[in-house]
């Protein structure tokens, strides 16, 4: 199963509301997760089951989707959370090649 | 709390062998709702790349295209888990972090901070 992330870089501002792509190319369900990464930072866990909040991330983080279309909103973007995003496949624990938010 | 930790060196030569160990603590990995341990790497400028998965049972998975070079083993007891490479290449040179693979959320709930693998002669 391949994991496709669009767009790949994504040019915003602060308190913008976006939302990320993520496709999955065979049925997959509601197992995906969001993993964030920060430079230099290992990623962390943000939503998984595909809507999933994870433990201590902020409400402003949303996930939907089920079987092979994800989305992942952020309702008014932070200077914090420009970073790389990732979705993951975990059933076959594949990742997608990610989306950079960058400050416009 | 559940943290880990990733070590082992930081320069090897190609053909070498890379020997990982992860040290955990704050689960068991000798009960069920421990599930298991993963790693993952992350090369120069590349997304993320899961590499293998051991379970509490002893099961364990590997990714289709290393997995004639990859072996992972668990020393519950020492609470340590060791990921192997074979053979290894420059191109395998980057980050090297393990995870938790947790019960609950099915993914990979808590990370190490990494460590930085360089394959150079």
């Known amino acids: 199963i391949v994991m496709t992330q669009s767009p790949a870089t994504l040019s915003v501002s602060p308190g913008e509301r976006i939302t990320l792509s993520c496709r999955a190319s065979?049925?997959?369900?509601?197992?995906l997760a969001w993993y964030q990464q920060k430079p230099g930072q290992a990623p962390r866990l943000l939503i998984f089951?595909?809507?999933t909040r994870a433990a201590g991330i902020p409400p402003r983080f949303g996930g939907s989707g089920s079987g092979t279309e994800f989305t992942l909103t952020i309702s008014s973007l932070q200077s914090e959370d420009f970073a790389v995003y990732y979705c993951?496949?975990?059933?076959?624990?594949?990742f997608g090649q990610g989306t950079k938010l960058e400050i416009k | 709390q559940i943290t880990l930790k990733e070590s082992g060196p930081t320069l090897v030569k190609p053909t070498q062998t890379l020997t990982l160990t992860c040290s955990f603590s704050?689960?068991?990995?000798?009960?069920?709702?421990?599930?298991?341990v993963a790693w993952i790497r992350q090369t120069p400028g590349k997304a993320l790349e899961w590499l293998a998965l051991i379970y509490w049972d002893g099961g364990y998975r590997y990714s289709p295209s290393l997995r004639s070079r990859l072996t992972i083993t668990k020393d519950s007891s020492k609470q340590q888990v060791v990921l192997t490479m074979t053979n290894m290449d420059p191109v395998d040179t980057g980050t090297y972090y393990c995870?938790?693979?947790?019960?609950?959320?099915?993914?990979?709930?808590?990370w190490g901070q990494g460590t930085v693998v360089t394959v150079s002669s």
């Open positions: 995870a938790h693979h947790s019960l609950n959320a099915g993914a990979f709930d808590v």
């Open positions: 065979h049925y997959i369900a509601s197992n």
């Open positions: 704050g689960f068991s990995l000798s009960t069920a709702d421990g599930v298991g």
């Open positions: 993951q496949h975990y059933n076959n624990y594949t």
């Open positions: 089951g595909a809507s």
